[in-house]
């Protein structure tokens, strides 16, 4: 992805004038190109109390106050009648309240829980031990919801360790009709 916070408005330490003004209505642009529900990403505000998102991590979409939090399968508060779809993480850290951007279509690189032996083709569903993360295996618990959010495109980077790499690329589901209670 484009990094835009990297794409400096300086030239030879100016940063005003007409080639700053220029660059800043390049990055406006970039930014709204980018990052907009044609391109299935879309900035969001993280409605976690407490725990961070980070990169990678599967949040549940609440489109109505444009705020997300860590996807569960449990029949927790709030999930899954706010439960408006879902998306992943493509900022590095999003804290507590603050503005991330979260891809809601398309690819993404996606962290599945340990210890799994994940494919490609394989489906994707919220876990239900480990908040935000990803499992090839259905759940099947009382008061659990089978959720499922993609599937896997590339599985080859994911190890349980050691070094221990939780990735896979997934394609999303662009909905979140597929949810029943197991």
Known sequence: MFNLQAFSTQKSGVSDGSVANAL?????????????????????TSGEVVEDIVKG??????????QCVRAYADDGP????????????????VEPGEKGFFRFAGEADTILEP????????????STTVYGSGTNVAPTGN????????????????????????????????????????
């Open 115 to 126: 210890s799994l032996t994940p494919g490609a083709g394989e489906s994707v569903y919220v």
């Open 57 to 66: 991590k599967i949040v549940a979409l609440d489109n109505e106050i444009y």
């Open 24 to 44: 800043n209505k390049i990055r406006s642009l970039l930014t709204k190109l980018l990052h907009s529900p044609e391109t299935g990403v879309i900035e969001l």
């Open 143 to 182: 008061n659990e919801w089978v959720r499922k959010v993609g599937y896997i495109k590339d599985a080859s980077q994911y190890t349980a360790g050691p070094p221990v790499n939780l990735f896979v690329r997934m394609i999303l589901d662009k909905c979140c009709e597929n949810q029943i209670q197991a």
């Open 78 to 93: 709030g999930q899954p009648f706010t439960c408006r779809g879902f998306a992943v993480c493509l900022s590095d850290l």
